[in-house]
């Protein structure tokens, strides 16, 4: 089973706990002065949130996998397509060891599968680059590979407000 993980980057981490064990009905799970994360059974969801340095906002998305050959199969879902997966490999990130890879959505947007082995005392490898959106941390990789999404050819969804998708329904 596949659980949504979503990254934020927040200009409190403490006025965001707050906010977010009150919008979740229950308290971070992981809980650190730069850090939180809250597993979630409803919706199943990987939240999590960091004060890194980072401008605050979406941070990146990702796909938290259960075993190794499930992590091995989106690879191979996602290599298959075209997309250039930056392997990672086992690392330590978000207070976490982890397995993980990451592709980039036509947007640019970051997204990560990953296998979750164990707790880590340490965030994770500190971002040596002296650009400041790298300042927040290990996680996202911050050049893009060179195939994205938008090299596969993909029908175009109906646009909010238009007749098959009214504005009411609509994002």
């Not at 993980?5 to 650190?32: E, P, R, W």
């Not at 941070?59 to 091995?72: P, T, Y």
């Not at 164990?118 to 790298?134: C, I, K, M, R």
Request: proline share 4%.
């Amino acid at each position: 089973m596949k659980r949504f993980h979503v990254h934020i980057s927040v200009d409190s981490i403490d006025a965001s706990v707050k906010f977010y064990n009150t919008l979740f009905g229950q308290a971070a799970s992981v809980q650190k002065s730069d850090y939180a994360k809250w597993m979630l059974d409803d919706p199943r969801i990987n939240f999590a949130i960091s004060q890194r340095g980072a401008k605050a906002g979406l941070d990146h998305l990702g796909l938290q996998l259960d075993s190794q050959d499930d992590l091995h199969a989106m690879t191979a879902q996602l290599s298959s397509a075209g997309l250039a997966v930056a392997d990672e490999g086992e690392t330590t990130c978000c207070y976490a060891k982890s397995d993980k890879g990451w592709v980039h959505d036509p947007q640019g947007i970051a997204w990560e599968s990953f296998v979750t082995m164990g707790e880590a005392t340490t965030y994770g490898v500190e971002n040596t680059s002296a650009a400041p959106d790298a300042a927040s941390a290990c996680c996202a990789p911050a050049v893009k590979p060179k195939v994205s999404l938008r090299d596969i050819a993909v029908r175009p969804a109906a646009s909010c407000g238009t007749p098959t998708n009214s504005a009411s329904s609509c994002c």
